[in-house]
């Protein structure tokens, strides 16, 4: 096996066309698992960790682009003011030992559907770059870039730069049902944020379909029926309606972790609070 | 390949690493150092927690190879170059009762050294927190949360 370390972003994306036959590793919190249980053997390691420019975030306009190397650890200490969301999802990822290493770029390269970052990136509005030596960058929403269970919109010769998630304009949530309180893969999860500006609602499901999705049917929903202008409390039929609209949404299988009808009923009842809580804050900081 | 890294302030050098191989595998097996614990390799159980670049780490998810020119603390070096004797912190382990087989001690050790060292008094909350990926199989954690409570009190001199 060889060990390929660029130093830098151009030597990366070169060594990725070149070796096809490499696996890209960043924290290494799902790669190493899978090297040590045989389940893995790549010709080559391509490390991305001395790669600075992944390792970097800054304001692009409204939008954080978050290098896809950013470790959880680092979203909760420097951004969850811009990405409250994203934040919240952070600390509920593994342990502090998995948050120092584990980055939002591995969860996207990993693809699973179970992927905390998941849910408010999608809620967010987020898009995903990508770019490889050959084609230059493109851009895409990260509904997009979910393909099906573990698979994703990424080619063969392309890296994931970064991902591009709008400064939250209002409140965000996200809810996780898992056994404990630590080292937890999501049950279910899902994601809300609320958009004041555009008077529009984002959602994310996680854990509960082949891939990461939204519920636009809710979204819809209560983004035509909330009181933007006068900010009265959330009726108690709308959040309710909200909740089945998301779990509705969502096409959830029965597996160890939990049952499909548990999943369908815990997503309801998290999109229910998860709105509550959200708009809640709206009101108090109106 | 060839690997040379700073371990407890010393720098080391190891050949013939298998780039796939983990620093955890890389500490014990070929640098002599078994204090970080080998039980789960997949990040569950903290038994393998080390300081990377003064950060802690599952070392058993961190490839050997990742580490070159960096540096590494593991439990061994906590009293620093040449230090003899226990660290306060391990010192506190012994006098509070929290080491029964011992196998996740070094881990919990760390974190915890790491946690008194980032907040000097924690709430208990905030040390369930810093603990939470790390598992003691003899389930003592009654007396590990002692320990860090009586190393924080030692800590601040009370
Ligand atoms: C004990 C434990 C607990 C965990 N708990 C959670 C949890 O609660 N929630 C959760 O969502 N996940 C959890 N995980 C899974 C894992 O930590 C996350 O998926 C994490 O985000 C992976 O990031 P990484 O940097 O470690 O990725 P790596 O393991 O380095 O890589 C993951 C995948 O992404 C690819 N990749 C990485 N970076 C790039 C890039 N820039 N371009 C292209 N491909 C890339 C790799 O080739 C690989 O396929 C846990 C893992 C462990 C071991
Ligand atoms: S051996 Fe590394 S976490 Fe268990
Ligand atoms: S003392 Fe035995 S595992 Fe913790």
Redesign the interface.
Known sequence: MDFLQPATWSEALALRAERPDALPLAGGTDVMVDLTFDRRRPAALLDLTRVPDLQEWALEGDRVRLGAGVPYARVLTELAGRLPGLAIAARTVGSPQIRTRGTVGGNLGSASPAGDAHPPLLAAGAEVELASAARGTRRLPVADFFTGPKRSALAADELIAAVLVPVAAGPQQFCKVGTRNAMVIAVTSVAVALHPDRRAVGTGIGSAAPTPRRAPKAEQLVAEELDWAGRTALDDGLAAEFGHRVAAAAAPIDDVRGSAAYRRHALAVMARRALTWAWDDLRRAA | ?RVTVTVNGTERTADDV???E?LLYLLRERLGLPGAKNAC????C?SC?VY?DG????S????A??V?GREVTTVEGLTGAGGAGLHPVQQAFVDAGAVQCGFCTPGLVV?AH?LLARVPEPADPEIR??L???LCRCTGYEKILDAVRLAARRQAGR
Do not use: K
Not at chain 2, 55 to 58: I, W
Not at chain 2, 60 to 63: E, G, S
């Open positions: 390949m298998w780039p796939g983990s390799e997949q990040g569950e903290g927690t990377l950060e802690v780490v599952c058993c998810l961190v490839a190879g990742q070159a974190a790491d927190e810093a939470a990926g790390n």
